[in-house]
């Protein structure tokens, strides 16, 4: 029987366990995943504010000038054991696209959520965010040994819904009022998963989605 992860305990002789996920860096054909780091925040900055991203009320992409911030409070749920951020970058020149994570997670029962994701606005539909996707939910299932992986998002988010969905994922059900959201409107929580059976359709339906000429 396999055991759960261990999400980072104290060494022997002091320090600490590398906590799970560990941190890892993935790459694909459009699509590149760092571990994040602070010194990411100019290019994040700037990729925020391609597209006034922040000003979309149904989401909480952070601001230009409050990107070290947002990069501080992933940084410290990193720290926590809860998150696992990444910065995303355009393999092709390297330019940074936006940020994502494994969050909100499962250490015991081997889950997590693709969740906390943003991209520039000139690089969305460009297949760069099916990748990052993909390049997650592959190592997710096939090297974490996950039993499911979530996305939620604001029910009113329609094109992050209907993004969840071309993916492959299922909807499980919507938390109503689940959050405050900045502006002080409730946020009803559309929540989908793939589970690990799941995954090799998903993973035979996303491999097809890249493969189309764009």
């Not at 409050?66 to 809860?82: C, F, H, K, N, Q």
């Not at 190592?139 to 071309?166: G, K, W, Y």
């Amino acid at each position: 029987m396999l055991r759960p992860p261990d999400p980072g305990r104290d060494a022997p002789g002091g320090g600490r366990v590398t906590p799970w996920p560990p941190e890892i860096g993935l790459a694909g054909r459009v699509a590149r995943l760092e571990p994040l780091a602070r010194d990411h925040c100019a290019g994040l900055a700037e990729a925020a504010a391609d597209g006034d991203l922040q000003a979309l009320w149904y989401t909480s992409v952070p601001a230009p000038d409050g990107m070290a911030a947002e990069i501080d409070r992933r940084l410290a749920l990193r720290a926590s054991g809860s998150m696992l951020p990444f910065t995303v970058f355009e393999a092709d020149g390297g330019r940074v696209a936006g940020m994502t994570t494994y969050m909100n997670i499962d250490a015991a029962n081997r889950r997590v959520e693709i969740g906390s994701t943003w991209t520039r606005a000139s690089a969305q539909r460009t297949g760069l965010n099916t990748e990052a996707k993909r390049l997650l939910l592959a190592h997710a299932f096939e090297a974490l040994d996950c039993i499911a992986v979530e996305f939620r998002t604001h029910v009113m988010n329609r094109q992050s819904r209907a993004a969840i969905e071309r993916l492959g994922a299922k909807l499980d059900g919507i938390l109503r009022a689940h959050m405050l959201m900045p502006n002080g409107s409730l946020r009803d929580t559309a929540v989908y998963s793939v589970t690990a059976a799941e995954w090799p359709a998903v993973k035979a339906n996303l491999d097809f989605l890249l493969g189309r000429p764009r």
